[in-house]
């Protein structure tokens, strides 16, 4: 492939020492004002994938912080979703202000150095179009415009939550059916949205809230759902509550408030400590973990990757599966008597364990291949 011409001799990669994570480093370049870090944690199953955030960490330590967690939430998520991937994720310390061609270049090169054990991709504060960039630096990315490309991974992602929220209804009801059934949408952005649709059309009784008051009102007109303030939003009476906004948000506080019998929807770390999974299954609400219910955005990016490349077909059926990874999830925490979000970590580490959906062949960066 070409790469745009770049001048490497800034670049300062800083290997750090982490337990339990198999790479992580510290990358900088000063004069394009790159401070960044690259965290693998498992790459047992496969390469690593997941992607860039850039966002203005207070500190190096915070930032680091995040990076970890984040990585090895991209192992649980790939090794349940059976993605023969394994879990890795970056961090850019920047305010989105000062993101500049440069910079991103700069961390281009710091992927190439890698050769393919981490594959990156969009996250918070970074857009298709820093995307575009980046691939012309490495091909080492997932999520560029072109004409196999998987595009926006929302629908995909709400697609998958659909299927779980069918899934907590069955395991709850043992009815998969969500007609006449009480869904509380929280979070109207790009995934939120999407599902509030999916529900409307499949015949849910909806409430939806947003912090965007305006945005609340206009989906509930839309919809003909109920609008609910998002300070009310958590305690709702209702079946299903979908939080699909930000993370923390299943904390020793808010649950003593629940008024639910599930929770499952798209946001990433709703927990905000592994205990809080033991307080919603002694109040007796059942929790669909976030990574096996929020995976259908990766499961559909990742078959850019294949030999045979992506196919919406393929990305759709693969999504889909959800719905049975959740129902396994639910009966290992059953048999076990443990809280489903602990099931879906012994589940993932255990397919790590035994090496179980390994990758078999390499992937394959249909884009660079394209433009080389
Ligand atoms: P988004 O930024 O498009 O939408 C988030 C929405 O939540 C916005 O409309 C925002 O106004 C609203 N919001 C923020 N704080 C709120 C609050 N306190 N109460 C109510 N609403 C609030 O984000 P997107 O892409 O829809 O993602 C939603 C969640 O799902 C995030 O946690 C994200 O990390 C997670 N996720 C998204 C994936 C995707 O494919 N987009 C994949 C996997 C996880």
């Known amino acids: 492939m070409n790469k745009a011409p770049m001048d490497m001799q800034g670049l300062l990669i800083e290997e750090l020492s982490v337990e339990g994570y198999e790479k ?16 693998i944690h498992n790459t047992v199953l496969g390469p690593a994938l997941g992607g860039i955030r850039l966002y203005p960490y207070p500190t190096f330590e915070a930032a680091l912080t995040d990076v970890k967690r984040l990585a090895r939430g991209m192992t649980h998520k790939s090794a349940v979703a059976g993605m023969g991937l394994g879990g890795g994720k970056s961090v850019i310390i920047a305010d989105s202000k000062k993101k500049t061609k440069e910079l991103l270049a700069a961390f281009a090169e710091a992927v190439n150095l890698l050769e393919g054990v981490y594959t990156c991709a969009e996250d918070v504060g970074i857009s298709p179009s820093d995307i575009n960039w980046i691939a012309k630096h490495t091909p080492y990315v997932v999520g560029v415009e072109h004409e196999k490309s ?3 991974p929302s629908p995909f992602t709400a697609w998958g939550v659909f299927r779980g929220i069918q899934a907590t209804l069955r395991q709850i009801y043992g009815s998969d059916s969500v007609e006449g059934r009480e869904i509380v949408v929280q979070g109207l952005g790009n995934v939120g949205g999407c599902l509030a649709e999916l529900l409307f059309w499949h015949g849910a009784k909806l409430t939806v809230s947003d912090i965007d008051w305006d945005k609340t009102l206009k989906v509930a007109t839309k919809l003909g759902s109920t609008a ?15 939080p699909c906004a930000m993370g923390g948000i299943l904390n020793a506080q808010t649950i003593a408030n629940l008024s639910c019998k599930g929770v499952a929807g798209s946001a990433n770390n709703q ?5 809080d999974g033991d307080l919603l299954r002694e109040k007796g609400i059942l929790y669909a973990p976030d990574f096996v219910i929020n995976a259908g955005g990766l499961i559909n990016v990742a078959q ?14 693969l999504v889909d599966k959800i719905y049975d990874q959740l129902i396994h999830v639910y009966e290992l925490a059953e048999k076990n008597q443990i809280s489903t979000s602990q099931a879906a970590i012994s589940l993932a580490e255990y397919r790590v364990k035994y090496e179980i959906g390994k990758r078999g062949a390499s992937p394959v960066y249909h884009h660079a291949l394209k433009n080389g």
């Open 24 to 39: 992580v480093l510290k990358v900088s370049n000063p004069e394009a004002g790159l401070t960044g870090i690259i965290c």
């Open 150 to 152: 998987s595009g926006n």
């Open 228 to 242: 609910c303030p998002a300070e009310d939003v958590l305690s709702i009476s209702c079946d299903i509550l979908a």
């Open 271 to 275: 927990l905000l400590n592994d205990a």
């Open 304 to 317: 850019e990757l294949e030999v045979e490349g992506y196919h919406p077909t393929k990305g759709r059926h």
